[in-house]
């Protein structure tokens, strides 16, 4: 088993000597991956796996592998554009500039996702089922593994260095949105991404802020699961506890009490 994994109803996992397979219930197969739900070592792992016994070593190979080799080419063919010339990348059909810019569509560093590409190719869309075009208004902020995030959060993903690419992401609806804060595995972009997140479409440049910003001091924030989905803890405060009541949970640093 592996904190953040992606399973499936069915599937089998090892851990600590005992074998577990991931419940077969409708959804519950989203819980497998969470530590919330740790298989045999939390308090609701039996919501969503099963224990089937203990296990010992690990299951042979059925062959050796084979490998083909093939001769040498001398070399590859070079690819050239003309005006008009259509493409696809990372999911974005790019589209060869007219001369004179159409010379730089098969020179280096003009590449769709090259520094320099808006000089030879202008982005006309996604080509796959989903009609997402340009997000206007600029990209939010950076997705970062270890933030926060809750439903409806907004990131943005860079497909390469140069940032020629940007996609627009947004964290799910509960259940699905606890795999925004599963870690890099679930990752917006990722295989397994499209469990918590939402493709927008894809943007360019900044938000641009409403007022002139102010100085912001973030208030903590504690994330509990009740076996049902997440709750948000709000922070103790020495001046709210004549509102407090038998079975209130207040958040203190990284504590929840309750």
Same mark, same amino acid.
């Given at each position: 088993?592996?904190?953040?994994?992606?399973?499936?109803?069915?599937?089998?996992?090892?851990?600590?000597?005992?074998?577990? #397979?991931?419940?077969?219930?409708?959804?519950?197969?989203?819980?497998?991956?969470?530590?919330?739900?740790?298989?045999?070592d939390s308090a609701h792992w039996e919501q969503a796996w099963k224990l089937l016994g203990s296990c010992d070593?690990?299951?042979?190979?059925?062959?050796?592998?084979?490998?083909? #080799?093939?001769?040498?080419?001398?070399?590859?063919?070079?690819?050239?554009?003309?005006?008009?010339?259509?493409?696809?990348?990372?999911?974005?059909?790019?589209?060869?500039?007219?001369?004179?810019?159409?010379?730089?569509?098969?020179?280096?560093?003009?590449?769709?996702?090259?520094?320099?590409?808006?000089?030879?190719?202008?982005?006309?869309?996604?080509?796959?089922f989903r009609s997402l075009g340009e997000i206007g208004d600029g990209c939010p902020k950076e997705y970062v593994?270890?933030?926060?995030?809750?439903?409806?959060?907004?990131? #943005?993903?860079?497909?390469?260095?140069?940032?020629?690419?940007?996609?627009?992401?947004?964290?799910?609806?509960?259940?699905?949105?606890?795999?925004?804060? #599963?870690?890099?595995?679930?990752?917006?972009?990722?295989?397994?991404?499209?469990?918590?997140?939402?493709?927008?479409?894809?943007?360019?440049?900044?938000?641009?802020?409403?007022?002139?910003?102010?100085?912001?001091?973030?208030?903590?924030?504690?994330?509990?699961?009740?076996g049902t989905k997440a709750i948000t803890i709000q922070p103790w405060c020495d001046a709210d506890r004549s509102?407090?009541?038998?079975?209130?949970?207040?958040?203190?640093?990284?504590?929840?009490?309750?």
């Amino acid at each position: 088993w592996t904190s953040g994994g992606s399973y499936e109803g069915g599937d089998l996992v090892e851990l600590d000597g005992n074998f577990y #397979s991931c419940s077969t219930a409708t959804g519950a197969n989203l819980w497998c991956g969470l530590d919330a739900y740790k298989p045999g070592d939390s308090a609701h792992w039996e919501q969503a796996w099963k224990l089937l016994g203990s296990c010992d070593g690990t299951i042979p190979p059925t062959t050796a592998p084979a490998y083909s #080799s093939l001769a040498d080419h001398n070399g590859c063919p070079v690819k050239t554009y003309e005006a008009g010339d259509k493409v696809e990348l990372y999911g974005l059909v790019y589209e060869c500039r007219s001369w004179p810019n159409s010379e730089w569509c098969s020179q280096e560093g003009y590449e769709h996702d090259g520094p320099n590409y808006k000089e030879a190719w202008n982005v006309l869309g996604f080509c796959d089922f989903r009609s997402l075009g340009e997000i206007g208004d600029g990209c939010p902020k950076e997705y970062v593994s270890y933030a926060l995030f809750e439903i409806g959060d907004q990131v #943005s993903v860079s497909v390469n260095d140069v940032k020629s690419v940007v996609y627009n992401y947004k964290c799910k609806s509960w259940p699905n949105g606890a795999y925004c804060n #599963s870690g890099d595995n679930f990752a917006p972009g990722t295989d397994s991404g499209n469990l918590g997140w939402t493709k927008k479409g894809f943007c360019e440049g900044t938000l641009s802020p409403t007022k002139a910003p102010i100085a912001y001091a973030p208030v903590e924030k504690c994330r509990w699961n009740n076996g049902t989905k997440a709750i948000t803890i709000q922070p103790w405060c020495d001046a709210d506890r004549s509102s407090c009541k038998a079975g209130t949970r207040v958040c203190k640093g990284t504590n929840i009490y309750k």
